[in-house]
């Protein structure tokens, strides 16, 4: 089992950036794609970006592609999102997960979850 813990999250104004962290327990973090998703109140969880389990390969989803970076470090069994000119339809809970195969888009295809963190980005 694998256990997260996001962190970073708060309140920007629009055009401002944030860094979202996560923290993996275990040591086969190098094992699986990573990915960060969002929900917003009243919205179904959706996608954002993933990341493989090399840190090679990434993915986005078509509304934060160029403003929003995910990395990762298996050193530290960290994964990270870097977020910039953030705007007010960025505000939602961000949750990371983890997935035992290839990146994916979809909450299916993920097996382990954190509790998110809240992001707030006012205009």
């Known amino acids: 089992q694998v256990q997260l813990v996001e962190s970073g999250g708060g309140l920007v104004q629009a055009g401002g950036s944030l860094r979202l962290s996560c923290a993996a327990s275990g040591r086969t973090f190098s094992s699986y794609a990573m990915g960060w998703f969002r929900q917003a109140p009243g919205k179904e969880r959706e996608f954002v970006a993933c990341?493989?389990?090399?840190?090679?390969?990434?993915k986005y989803a078509d509304s934060v592609k160029g403003r929003f970076t995910i990395s990762r470090d298996n050193a530290k069994n960290m994964v990270y999102l870097q977020m910039n000119s953030l705007k007010p339809e960025d505000t939602a809970v961000y949750y990371c997960a983890v997935r035992y195969d290839y990146c994916g888009s979809t909450v299916r295809e993920y097996d382990y979850w954190g509790q998110g963190t809240q992001v707030t980005v006012s205009s």
């Open positions: 990341i493989s389990r090399s840190g090679g390969g990434t």
